[in-house]
């Protein structure tokens, strides 16, 4: 089964849908270390706010401290899913896919993992932070990723924008 996805109307999140899923990256390109790929669920209902409330920005642009204490928070309250991958591993699978492909592919499975902790019948518009130079090309990866795996068909629409974190 290939399961279609419509797409989302602009930035909102297609009807429906019951979560916003984020997801981000960190460490990309691992010359350094690991590649990290995190997503976060927050309700439709409400969590747009609470993120807002909480003054939640890209990371790079937090003092230390806070970008701390928000990420407690976010662990506490949230359903999310962090996946680290060493570099030693993203050299290997950059044998047979772009770093993009790859991203794409781990972005699929953080969300696929959010889905499977969300309760049954949960809906989600998905949010990248598109790694591709277009975001129509990441798009297309991560939809390709997610394929007719379980929990596939929760994804009402994806929104994928660069600078998304």
Request: proline share 4%; charged share 25%.
């Amino acid at each position: 089964m290939v399961v279609e996805y419509p797409a989302s109307s602009g930035d909102r999140p297609v009807a429906g849908s019951t979560h916003l899923v984020g997801v981000d990256e960190a460490g990309r390109g691992p010359v350094i270390g690991s590649l990290v790929v995190a997503a976060v669920a927050v309700p439709v209902e409400g969590g747009e706010e609470w993120l807002r409330e909480l003054e939640v920005r890209d990371s790079k642009k937090l003092a230390a401290a806070k970008r701390d204490r928000l990420a407690g928070i976010i662990v506490e309250r949230t359903v999310h899913q962090v996946i680290e991958v060493p570099a030693e591993d993203i050299d290997a699978l950059r044998a047979t896919a772009s770093l993009n492909v790859i991203e794409a592919r781990l972005f699929a499975s953080a969300v696929l993992a959010v889905i499977g902790k969300l309760d049954e019948g949960s809906r989600v518009t998905a949010y990248l932070d598109a790694a591709d130079t277009s975001e129509t090309t990441f798009e297309r990866y991560f939809r390709g990723s997610m394929g007719d795996s379980p929990g596939a068909e929760a994804v009402l629409g994806v929104v994928s924008r660069h600078e998304a974190d």
